[in-house]
């Protein structure tokens, strides 16, 4: 029998959506009802292929998709009955599915925390990124997830989008707080090139590409103004260390920002294990049938060398404003890079490492790339 293993991060995908968003590149499948219950038959097999790499004690589990809440009901309970109990139960839902027939079945089985897409406010906006659901049903999702009791909730909000102006991102801002949520996800919109949205919509992407520093800088005043810990690039959440001592920072997210093994299942799901990385493959058909002939699912692996994780720990861990320690990372940074760096107030050396500093991290990705030995 094998012994349990070290994995102590889960991240299970539902595909399913009742529509395709113009600018998405995720692995989702549009509609089919009637398959979802073969789906899950094959996830539920593939998790117990796997279920052996968990630690006894799982940390996170972090159902995405696609839309997870548009998956069947009955399926939805056997996936949720069949996971392990974890500290953090996170699950993403499209504001229009969250019903309190949902919020119950969800709060039933342990679920914690709720990530909803809410992307806009603004309806002119929400139609040209092709979303459903509309402003009030943001608000009533947000509504009936508090009247069940989740006292954890995120909300995704997208800045970028064709025809969008700062003043439009500001009022987003503001009905998003206007809801406290625990927890804001917001990120500059990218559209994949050759998509039908970026034919439909070019011309306004580059003008959007070039005030994409600007509304970055907005979201950031605008939260840490509103009290939110700007912990990670794109991520906020209540309170310098929580609210009334809890831990509000996406912990699922945390691991793998740290460098943390995690086990994913299902199509198109990634797993980094050791010094391995697996990604299942993301047809639906090729996935059932062979979980249902007793394989694995097909996947490519990639091996990841020492270089390729370092690198992947230092481009990960400077997104956190917590120290990186270098211990183990010196043969990938530049040590002239680093001591301009600091020299120019864009890198700190704290206790225990380093970290970007405010100015640094409006920069990202340039500075970190700086830092990086050729």
Request: proline share 4%; glycine share 12%; net charge negative.
């Amino acid at each position: 029998m094998r012994r349990s293993g070290l994995v102590r991060h889960l991240y299970v995908h539902l595909p399913f959506c009742a529509h395709r968003c113009g600018y998405c590149d995720f692995v989702t499948v549009v509609g089919r009802r009637g398959e979802h219950a073969a789906y899950v038959d094959a996830l539920l097999t593939e998790f117990e292929q796997e279920r052996w790499r968990l630690a006894e004690r799982v940390e996170t589990a972090f159902l995405g998709g696609g839309t997870p809440t548009f998956t069947e009901t009955a399926a939805l309970e056997r996936i949720l009955s069949s996971l392990p109990v974890v500290e953090e139960l996170t699950v993403e839902a499209n504001p229009e599915t969250v019903t309190p027939a949902l919020a119950a079945l969800l709060g039933a089985h342990g679920v914690n925390r709720v990530s909803l897409g809410a992307q806009s406010f603004r309806p002119r906006l929400l139609e040209v990124l092709e979303r459903v659901a509309g402003p009030d049903d943001v608000r009533r999702a947000v509504h009936t997830l508090r009247d069940a009791g989740f006292d954890n909730i995120s909300l995704d909000l997208v800045y970028g989008i064709p025809g969008q102006s700062a003043s439009d991102l500001e009022a987003d801002l503001a009905d998003a707080l206007a809801l406290e949520p625990e927890h804001l996800s917001c990120y500059e919109l990218e559209a994949k090139p050759g998509t039908r949205f970026t034919h439909a919509h070019g011309e306004e992407l580059q003008r959007q590409a070039e005030a994409m520093e600007g509304y970055f800088e907005q979201v950031v005043e605008t939260l840490t103004g509103a009290g939110y810990r700007w912990y990670e690039t794109a991520n906020f959440c209540r309170g310098r260390g929580g609210d009334n001592g809890r831990e509000l920072r996406a912990r699922h997210n945390l691991g793998i920002w740290r460098g943390h093994d995690y086990l994913g299942v299902g199509i198109g799901a990634v797993s980094t294990l050791g010094g391995e990385r697996r990604r299942n493959l993301p047809s639906l058909g090729r996935y059932v049938a062979a979980l249902a002939g007793g394989e694995s699912p097909p996947r490519e692996l990639e091996v990841l060398d020492a270089e390729t994780r370092a690198v992947e720990l230092l481009m990960l861990g400077l997104r956190l404003d917590e120290p990186l320690r270098l211990g183990g990372l010196e043969p990938v940074v530049d040590g002239g890079a680093l001591a301009r760096l600091v020299e120019r107030h864009l890198v700190e050396r704290v206790a225990g490492g380093i970290r970007l500093s405010p100015r640094g991290r409006l920069l990202g990705g340039a500075v970190t790339a700086e830092l990086l030995s050729a």
